[in-house]
């Protein structure tokens, strides 16, 4: 029997028959049910719920159009330093000539000592969440290290994929990934944060202290 | 019984009365469980309706541990077809030696590990330091108690027992140079000091906080990015997870996601959801080659099927200790276990069914409920820790506490007999003078207890 095989049956026996009832009766439920949030401003489009909600937690949120984007881009970065962006996504964002120094470190050809020496790093968003003001990255479209080595995260979202609830995200994720998940999704709520001495907030503590929505309007 | 000096007293009380001493501990905890608890309370006023999620959330739970080897099996099936390794550890021994050796084949030096509870449970550190491995905390709070050689004392908040100053002093002591007592100062100290870590370490390890059958999947989340850190930068990442982390599928992930953070530190979200599902595959231009999970028993599976079945529910967030008026009075440290609080009084005499000084935490709680008043998957502890009381009162140490109680409260109800009891008090103190422990029946009274 293989470890796998001796683990599960120990279990088996363990979860057999015999298991008594909960002492306190279950409540009756069919399926999970949704995480619905209460909306403080539930006639504003989502777009501008997504908006109230991420600048919340901190972030800045630059609108733009299809056509401006790598412009609005090279604002957000000007005079910040090196800026990091995946070699998938670069010309996709316009981000060939970001930055007035001019300096593009291209990931992962640059290395990871270069990349350890960006300021900024630009990245495609998969999605949005406007409950949470969370911003959806995967690893189909950006090195995970983009988003998470510089000090500054810049997402570049297009507003029709922001989406209402975690649930809408979660439950649905065939529409955004239909060959099943990528091997990593990560959902940005916020700038890095620590609560941990005195339980007083820092941010950036190892991830990006400074988070940025270049938003692109339908 | 009473501990000498600097040494740490074996009983709860006997840690409890030190702690109870500590103006500054009992402060930093005061402060610490109020804000949690009053962030919790307004974040879960955020959800329409967060009771009804709570009781759904523990029916999901109750789900999974009735059907836990079947998703055990297919989540592990489908994180292997995706390249991951799955490792089956009966153990902490099997657990430590599975991670020892994956560190070894990657003749790794450095370790950069995120927060994991469940590797604080085996003590994975010290079987990789005795292996010459050099191992890194980069959790903020993780960090600061690896430098004080001390063990967490909340599950969410590690440090909540230090200040500033407390940190600065380890900071300078372990940069050589000072740090201001600035807590700004002391995030960026540690920022720059474990960068390096992050990008020289070998191998990364990190718990898990959920793993998904229908994608074989784990999840994990944090606030720092240093999880991120550990489970992309090196090229292989290790996961250890205890065995009742799984979830049936991403709908259950949605509610135990919208539960978790809410309760634990009062945030929607907590900052890095992640959700890994495998190592790097062709066409990523990142990430680890290799992604291993320790799945863990280490005393689980007695608790699955019995009538403690739902200490297993735990999704480790923390507001019991932040509601319970032991906790909030002692903090954690006075638990004597990686678990404190009342999830940490249920799990510890339940893990460690051997051990006598485990079985005492039982007693530490006054039943009142709080606990499970917040608990996200509305575990019933104050339940627990009765059926725990009356299962430890069949054992030779309760009924030798029922014996002592009754024999007092005979003596006590007559003046003669409460006169004679204090004098024979007296005459067993002197008479228990320099001897560790009393003879028969009162000896295993005395094993919980320290002589007046």
């Known amino acids: 029997m293989t470890t796998k095989e001796v683990f599960l049956r120990r279990l088996r026996t363990a979860a057999g028959p015999g298991a008594p009832p909960p002492h306190r009766p279950l409540a009756p439920v069919d399926r999970p049910p949704e995480v619905r949030p209460v909306w403080p401003d539930a006639a504003a489009p989502m777009t501008d719920r997504w908006v109230r909600s991420f600048e919340v937690l901190g972030g800045h949120v630059h609108r733009t159009t299809a056509e401006q984007v790598g412009a609005t881009i090279a604002e957000v970065v000007a005079g910040r330093g090196p800026v990091l962006v995946d070699e998938r996504v670069r010309h996709r964002l316009g981000t060939g000539d970001a930055g007035d120094d001019g300096q593009v470190l291209v990931w992962p050809g640059c290395g990871l000592g270069e990349a350890a020496t960006a300021v900024s790093g630009v990245v495609e968003a998969t999605a949005a969440i406007a409950s949470t003001g969370s911003v959806v990255v995967d690893s189909d479209r950006n090195g995970r290290l983009v988003s998470l080595l510089p000090r500054v995260a810049v997402f570049v979202l297009s507003a029709a994929d922001i989406v209402p609830a975690t649930g809408d995200l979660l439950r649905h994720r065939d529409e955004h990934w239909p060959d099943g998940p990528p091997s990593n999704v990560v959902l940005v709520t916020g700038p890095s944060r620590s609560g941990d001495i005195e339980m007083r907030l820092v941010v950036g503590v190892h991830g990006p202290g400074e988070v940025h929505a270049i938003l692109v309007d339908r | ?452």
Request: aromatic share 6%; net charge negative.
């Open chain 2, 1 to 452: 019984m009473t501990a000498a000096v600097g040494s740490t007293p074996v009983t709860f009380l006997g840690r409890a009365e030190r702690d109870l001493r500590d103006d500054r501990l009992r402060a930093a905890v005061r402060n610490a469980t109020n804000l949690m608890s009053g962030s919790r309370l307004d974040a879960l006023a955020g959800l329409e309706d967060p009771d009804g999620l709570r009781d759904a959330a523990r029916t999901l739970r109750a789900g999974v541990m009735a059907e836990l080897p079947e998703l055990l099996d297919e989540w592990s099936t489908r994180f292997e077809a995706h390249g991951g390794h799955v490792h089956w550890a009966a153990d902490a021994a099997e657990a430590t030696a599975t991670v020892r050796d994956l560190v070894r084949a990657q003749q790794a030096r450095t370790v950069a590990k995120g927060k994991s509870m469940a590797s604080e449970e085996i003590h994975l550190n010290d079987v990789l330091e005795a292996d010459g491995v050099e191992v890194v905390e980069t959790d903020l709070g993780e960090f600061i108690i690896q430098l004080a050689g001390e063990t967490p004392s909340h599950i969410i908040a590690p440090a909540i027992h230090h200040d500033r100053y407390t940190v600065a002093d380890l900071f300078a002591a372990d940069g050589g140079h000072p740090v201001e007592a600035d807590i700004g100062a002391e995030a960026a100290y540690a920022q720059v000091r474990l960068r390096e870590s992050f990008l020289s370490a070998g191998v990364g390890v990190s718990g898990v906080n959920f793993a998904v059958a229908d994608t074989g999947s784990i999840c994990l989340i944090e606030n720092e990015g240093n999880g991120r850190m550990c489970t992309s930068v090196p090229k292989v990442h290790i996961a250890i997870m205890g065995m009742e982390r799984m979830v049936r599928d991403w709908s259950e992930l949605d509610v135990m996601l919208g539960l978790l953070a809410r309760s634990a530190s009062g945030q929607a979200l907590s900052v890095y959801t992640n959700i890994i599902t495998g190592p790097r595959r062709p066409g990523d231009v990142d990430g680890p080659d290799e992604v291993h999970v320790v799945v863990l028993d280490n005393g689980r599976s007695r608790i699955l099927g019995s009538a403690f079945q739902e200490a297993l529910h735990c999704i480790r967030c923390g507001a019991c200790l932040n509601a319970c008026p032991v906790y909030r009075q002692v903090g954690g440290h006075a638990y004597g276990s990686v678990y404190a609080g009342p999830i940490g009084a249920v799990l510890t005499p339940l893990l460690h069914q051997e051990d006598p000084a485990a079985r005492e935490l039982a007693e530490a709680s006054t039943l009142c409920g709080a606990c499970w008043e917040v608990c996200p998957v509305r575990i019933p502890l104050h339940d627990l820790l009765l059926q725990l009381r009356q299962r430890d009162a069949g054992t030779d140490a309760g009924r030798a506490r029922r014996l002592g109680f009754t024999g007092w409260s005979w003596l006590w109800s007559t003046r003669a007999g409460f006169s004679a009891s204090t004098q024979l008090g007296r005459l067993g103190r002197r008479l228990a003078r320099g001897r560790t422990r009393l003879p028969g029946w009162a000896g295993k009274w005395a094993e919980g207890r320290e002589l007046p």
